[in-house]
Every structure is written in C-alpha cells, then in structure tokens.
C-alpha cells in the first residue's frame, strides 16, 4: 500500500496512520510531517500489515501553523480522518496436475473484499487466494476501560470459567493427596540391580466406587523369547485404588523379546 501526500497549503501537515481504530500518537505505526510545499510517499508492505492485523488503514492527517509566526495570525488546527480498506488477493491458473501459476493472471479492478474477479488473457482453470488479515490481539489496548466497558460479556465468561477450572483443579489434586496417589514410578522391591532389562507397567482402575482392589496383584510378562516368573506389584504406600493410575518398573535379566501379552490376576485376599 502506497501512499503519496502533496502538501500544497500554506500550513504543515501531521500524517499518522494506524491500524483499524486510532487510539493515540504512540499506537501509529508511522507519525511523520509533511512540510509547505513538500510531499513525502508511505510504503506500508505487505507483510508488515500482516503481521499487524487488522482489515483497515486509518489515516488522520492535521494541519499545524509555523510556530515561528506570531500567535494572533495562527489558525485553530484541523483534523480529517481517512479509512482505507485492504485485502490481498492472487489470481492463480492451474499448470500441469498440481502446479498453480499467476502468469497471465491478475485481479480486476472491480474486486473486493468479498467477491474477487480475475482477469486472464488464456483460457485455463483458475481461482482465487484470498488471504484475510488476522485481527491482532494487543493485551495492553484490551484491559483499557472503554474496552472492558464494551467487551464486559466476554470478560465475565473468561473469569468465570477461569475459576471453575481452578475450583476443579484444587479438587482433583486434593483428591490426589489424600489417596496418596500423585502419578510415580513404583520401583519393585524384588528388582535387582545387576538386571539390565527393564519394563514399566501401568495398570489404570475405574471411576467407579469399589473399583479398587486390597487384594494382593500379581503380573506375569509373555515374550517371544521366554517368559516372566510371576512378579507381586506392591508398594510402601496403597495402590490400586479406586480411579488410580499405578506405574511399576519391573527388571529382569534378560530381554523377553517382543511382548505377546499380559496376565494379571489377584489373590482374593
């Protein structure tokens, strides 16, 4: 986007350009003067709009006397604000089976930011790339309170489901704590430090109450290899409660080979 500024008046003029809403002089993106009998040319590339988001150009040009001259003969400045509308969209034809091409192809004039026309000097199957400008989020310009005043809806929503997640949050690791069962590695006792070969096992209960088991639980491993004398899984603290997840390392000398399946079982103790 190119913009050209002639300054032709007798006074200086004040050029700032934002993005969508003009909050203030520090919120432009470019704050520039033109001087009596100047002009100057604003290049706004295409990926800087991009990045800042936003779907208009916001102009707001003021005049401003010579401070030199006295101050019965300065005029009062003025302000005129201009908005201009942007998109970006490629005309594109299809070459070969997956090629797309924009040789030939041009957007029309009459194109807008919700209906686009091309114009192709060979006749091909062709489309169109509308690339829509993302909205920026700027949390600065969001917690003003003009914004807070016109968004309360939304803000309210956030809050609220903010604090149930917390509320819900302290629930579940309150529960975690009194079952003593925060997630951990439960090293067996009958493990051996010379053994090389390691397995972990997780064995996950039901939501439901009663799910759990007191019962003593015992693990056999089938590989292709060989396979696992039973393995009593226990620990110092209690396991296999109900909606508990249970994470035991189990060693053994060897390799098993590739694992066929499991067998799990218990006492009824």
Known sequence: VICNYANTTNVGLKVLVHVNKPENEDTSIISTSVG?????????????????????????????????????????????????????????????????ETEGCRPDK??????????????????IQHHLTPNRLLIGTLLT?????????????????????????????????????????????????????????????????????????SIKLFGKERESHPRLLRASTPVFLSQSRDTFLLKYPTSLGKLHHVQVWHDNT
């Open 36 to 100: 009596n009998g100047a002009s100057k040319i604003l290049n706004l590339a295409r990926a800087d709009l991009l990045h800042l988001g936003g779907k208009e150009i916001v102009v707001t040009i003021t005049n401003y006397e010579d401070p030199s001259l006295p101050y019965e003969t300065q005029r009062p400045p003025t302000t005129r604000i201009y908005s201009i509308n942007y998109w970006f969209s490629t005309c594109l034809y299809r070459s070969g089976r997956s090629t797309w």
């Open 110 to 127: 009459e194109s807008t930011s919700e209906v686009g026309r091309c114009s192709c000097n060979h006749l091909t199957a062709f489309a």
């Open 145 to 217: 309170s003009r914004k807070l005043k016109e968004g309360y809806v939304i803000l309210t929503t956030v809050c609220v489901v903010s604090c149930l997640y917390l509320v819900l949050l302290i629930l579940v690791v309150r529960s975690h704590l009194e079952r003593g069962h925060l997630p951990s590695l439960i090293y067996l006792d009958d493990n051996y430090e010379r053994d090389r070969q390691s397995y972990v096992v997780k064995i996950v209960t039901g939501y439901h109450d009663n799910a759990g088991t007191t019962a003593n639980v």
